[in-house]
């Protein structure tokens, strides 16, 4: 079982950047896809970037596309998520997410079984 810490949020102004990280415990995240997720108040969880088991394969939604980069570390067992040119909309508590996956290539969109705690970013206009 993988247990993820996720840390990084913090308020900023509209324009800045901010990387989070997901430290993950327990047993290597290799053979695990890796997501970023956000949920801002009022309104359903909505995935934000993953990247797949090899690393080869990204996947953004459209909004944030362009402007924030997933990554991953094997040798530090941490995911990344560089955000750039960051906009008021952009606020949100952000999770990271782990399943398990044969395909390695493969970014899957649904059936994450192991999340973080939730880190805040808010960005002020």
């Known amino acids: 079982q993988v247990q993820l810490e996720d840390s990084g949020g913090g308020l900023v102004q509209a324009g800045d950047s901010l990387r989070l990280s997901c430290a993950a415990s327990?047993?290597?995240?290799?053979?695990?896809?890796m997501a970023w997720f956000r949920q801002a108040p009022g309104k359903d969880r909505e995935l934000v970037a993953v990247?797949?088991?090899?690393?080869?394969?990204?996947h953004y939604t459209d909004s944030v596309e362009g402007r924030f980069t997933i990554s991953r570390d094997i040798a530090k067992n941490t995911a990344y998520l560089q955000m750039n040119s960051l906009k008021p909309e952009d606020t949100a508590v952000y999770y990271c997410?782990?399943?398990?996956?044969?395909?390695?290539?493969?970014?899957?969109?649904?059936?994450?079984?192991?999340w973080g705690q939730g880190t805040q970013v808010t960005v002020s206009s």
């Open positions: 997410a782990a399943t398990l996956i044969l395909e390695r290539d493969s970014t899957p969109i649904i059936g994450y079984d192991y």
């Open positions: 990247i797949s088991v090899s690393g080869r394969n990204t």
């Open positions: 327990g047993r290597t995240f290799i053979g695990y896809a």
